[in-house]
Structure formats: C-alpha cells, structure tokens
C-alpha cells in the first residue's frame, strides 16, 4: 500500500510536468512517504530528512515533502523535529500534493494538509505512475474497521472507505489495455470490502471477468472475514491466484483477546481448514508478532506450534513495537528486546526450514511462471500462481510473460527452474501461455 500511495504522488508529479530523478542529489523536490507502523519505521522519517537537509543547505531551492501514516499520527509537531521539510500531507491529502509543492516554490512553507476527511481516491487512476511492470496495484479500499490493540493503523488511516466496483473494473481494463498481465487490489483489511451490496467475492468476480487480465490478487485479508463465498472465490475463478496472505499474530488464545483480533486459535485453525478443503491447492503466509505485552514463554511456544501446524509458505514475524494511541500502549511492554529478538530468530528459523522442506518436494513438477524481472547473465525471475519465486535462464523479453518451467531446485524462500526441452526448438522459445 505504501508503494501503491509513492506511485500516485509520483504520478501526480510527473503530470505536473516534473521528471523523475535518478538521485536526490539531481533534483528539486524529494517526496519521503513514511509508514507508522512500527516505531523503527516511523523514525527513518527523522533520519531521511536529516540526510535531506544537509543536501539542502548545499542547494537551498530543494523542496522536501513528507507524506503518509507519520504525518497523519504525529501532525504537524513533525515540523518541530524536522525544520527543513516544506510540504506536510496526510494520508487522505496526496491529490493536494503538487499545488503545496507549487506554493512552497512561491513562498516560505511549510504547507500542511493532513485533512482526513478528504477523499483519497480522487488521484484519477490514469495519473498512477506504477513501478512494476508486470505487477499493477490497485486500491480498492482505505482504511480499517478492526480494533486490533497494537496496530496504529485505524488512527492513521481512518475507518473503512470502499471505491465504486465500476471505477475499479475500469482501471482494471485500463491496466490490461496498457499491457499489465497481473493486478494486486489492495486494502488494509481488503476482504472486509462492501460497497452497495458488492462484497468481496463480487467484485473479484467483475475483476476477474475484465478480457485480457492474466492473473488477480489481493492483500491483505482479516480471518474473521474468511468464508465460504471467498474460499469458493479463489476456487472458480480462474484468474484469481490460490494464495492469501492470512496474518494470524500469534497461536496463544490468551494473546489473542487481548489483541482484540476476533478470532481464537482454533477459529483460525477452523479458516485454513475451509481454504484447503474448499480451493484444494493453496498457498497461505501469515504474519506474528512476538513478545506482545504479557506474553509468557507458554504463549510463545504456541505460537510457534501453530506455525509448525499452519504450513505457511511465508511469515513475517515482527517484534512488537508499542505505538502511541493504540490500546495496547497502555499496557507494560514487558517483554525485553533481547527476548524479543530470540522469539523472532527462533520463529524464523523454523520457518526458513519448513519452507526449505515444503520447496524441496516441488523439485521435479512443473508450473506456469510469469516472468516479472530480468536479472544479469541471461538469468530472468518469475512467480508461480502461488506467489512461489523461479529464477531461471531466460532472455529478457520474456518479461511480462508467462512460461511453463520445470522446477529443478530449491531454496528456503525461492526455487529454480528451466524451460522444459520439449519446448526448445533451436534457439530460446519458451512456450507463451
Ligand atoms: N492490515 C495491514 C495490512 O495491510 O497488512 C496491516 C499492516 S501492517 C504493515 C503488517 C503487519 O505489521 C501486521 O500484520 C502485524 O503483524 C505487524 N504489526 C502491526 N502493528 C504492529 C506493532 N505495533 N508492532 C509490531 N508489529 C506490528
């Protein structure tokens, strides 16, 4: 989503005739879109712009904007921190950004818009200078009705906001029509969408049904929003990719309330049970926060029981950061950093092996790749429909496409592959699907 929101502000830029520059050092204004939503991210703001600022006292017509979730937490008490920065946006306000980087160029800013109730899907989707090429996102939905006690995110960005169906199936067909094969729809909480009616099943239905698109995903989705419309979703339609990213935070029932997720253990248990006996062939990957306050060593181990029960395919495992303004940042963080960082390598660690164990089994099969980066040495890299990694040889203009490789081994977080030799005549021709 973050790179979704530097997309549009870059878009937004270049359609007000700038151009985009290599380094910061070469250009007149620099954008630094920020993430609230661990602490640690939320002070590499301080520190991008104390970089900024001494290439600014070398060349005082630099413009610094900041945007994103730390503006929309911290208001404008930023600018007591970080003096040099000219334009401040909050998370609703990126539409305004060229006009306050426009006054800030007339007269001494700063200039502030953290209005939230402004409309953030008014950047025409037209305007979005996506990053990827292969890969588009799109947003489909703002904000978050949950209440989860550690997470900033519904301060940040405000309750649930859902665009029309229609505007997101035309910028679907926009996307396919300027050669996308694949679109990422995104919402902090996507799967709660609901617009007059349409709920998330539909309009994946109408997404899916746009001629020429390749392949549809989505992220992030909330357990508690996982049913059999959605299962049977990712089941039938055959652009929809079997894979959801499903962040379960922690094993421990305990834990669990007093994040205020919704869902106990074997609720949980219970969803993923429905995915596989529904979609067959899933890839699921979660996220865990250890060391939540209060969380005791018997907590953490079931933790790591359901992740060894679960049979993610990819896990972010966080250390818990206490944010201001969430619930749970009036409770004792009480779980030392060193224990912290212990309960993350350990998770890791089992993880990296299951994944190496799960990988290992593919070596042998074969997969529809599509193509979506060109690495040196006639080398290309690829995802499978469940969001595997391929690297492989290939020439670069297979880039955008998709290939039926044969899995020939395997790492903990990607495998390798070649097109198979039934489908080399001569030279390089893979098999386009
Ligand atoms: N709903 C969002 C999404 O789109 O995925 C959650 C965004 S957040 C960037 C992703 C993950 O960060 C969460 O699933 C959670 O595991 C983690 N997280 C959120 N708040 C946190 C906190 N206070 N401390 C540590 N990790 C946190």
Redesign the pocket.
Known sequence: ?NVNDSEKVAGLLLADGYQRAEHAEEADVVFVNT?A??ERAAEKLYHAVGRLKQLKSRKPGLLIGVGGCVPQLQGRSILDRARAVDVLVGTHNVAQVPALFRRAREESGPFVDLDRGADSFVVPASVVAHSDPVRAYVTVMEG?NHVCS????PRTRGPEACRAPEAIVAEVAGLVARGYPEVMLL???VNAYQYEGVDFAELLAHVDAVPGLKRLRF??S?PEHVGARLADALRDLPRVCPYL?L?V?SGSDRILASMRRGYTRGQYVETIALLRDRVGDIALSS???VGYPGETEEDFESTVDLVDQAGFEGL?V??????PG?T?FRLEDDVPEDEKRRRVAVLNARQQRAQQRLNAGRIGSRDEVLVDGVAEGGRVTGRTRHFRIVHLAGPADLLGRTVEVEITGAGANSLTGKLPNDSLTGAFRAPIL
């Open positions: 989503m993430c939503v661990r978050c550690f997470c900033v995110v919402g902090q909480t992220t992030t909330h990213h962040p935070q996220d865990v926060i972010f966080f250390a818990y950061s206490a944010r969430t749970a």
